[in-house]
């Protein structure tokens, strides 16, 4: 079966770095999203890998090794609105999306 | 319109009763999407639309119906309402002629059955 892992909750401080990770056992790979999610709203789109190695764009960096089957989140200089679900999902060969169950990141003051 | 839409944001329906949730998009996108979303769960495809005139099952059809008679629209029905129904509708869509299908979500239903 297909299998997308994530750490269901994390917390962090204000200011400071959190990784959030994300493994996935999928039948092929097609690129990997990160999306956030704030409480009661739609998922919105973060990141996109589909080569390896580390995409950043601004405070949130993105990593990807296909080789072991890992991608991670990055957030930097973390602000009381990233407060958030972070959902990772996986693109199959059949070019269908897989879903992880999100991480719930609490940032305290 | 701008982006996607749902109606109607919430909805408490007795079990038994037939209800079809609706999507509308002013994006042009080919492919739509509806997903459920259950705490612990994730999202979880339900029924997709590579392009209008056709649909595919997803995860979790069962209980579930759409059609895809314009590129806009993408209604989803339930037929005959069960408690386990009892969810967050997400409709998404994107852009499959592009290099990567990102996905653009509505803003949500909450669907409370009875």
């Known amino acids: 079966g297909q299998n997308i892992d994530q750490p269901t909750e994390m917390t962090a401080t204000e200011g400071a770095i959190v990784q959030i990770n994300c493994t996935y056992q999928?039948?092929?790979?097609?690129?990997l999203f990160w999306y956030q999610q704030h409480a009661g709203e739609a998922p919105t789109f973060l990141s996109y890998?589909?080569l390896d190695g580390l995409e950043e764009k601004g405070r949130f960096s993105s990593f990807l090794s296909r080789s072991k089957g890992y991608s991670y989140l990055l957030l930097k200089e973390l602000q009381m609105k990233d407060s958030a679900s972070y959902l990772c999902a996986v693109i199959d060969s059949n070019y269908q999306l897989i879903w992880g169950a999100g991480t719930k990141l609490i940032i305290k003051p | 319109i701008a982006g996607i839409t749902q109606a109607p944001t919430s909805q408490i329906l007795a079990a038994g009763r037939r209800m079809t949730l609706r999507c509308t998009q002013d994006m042009r996108h080919n492919a739509m999407y509806w997903y459920r979303q259950d705490l612990g769960l994730g999202l979880r495809l339900i029924h997709y639309s590579n392009t209008a005139g056709t649909t595919g099952k997803g995860e979790v059809p069962d209980g579930y119906s759409v059609s895809r008679a314009n590129t806009d629209d993408f209604p989803l029905t339930l037929a005959s309402a069960v408690p386990s129904q009892t969810s967050v509708y997400f409709c998404?869509?994107?852009?499959?002629?592009?290099?990567?299908?990102?996905?653009?979500f509505g803003p949500g239903t909450r669907l409370t059955v009875l």
């Open positions: 890998n589909v």
């Open positions: 999928t039948s092929g790979f097609n690129g």
């Open positions: 998404a869509s994107s852009d499959e002629l592009a290099g990567y299908n990102e996905q653009f």
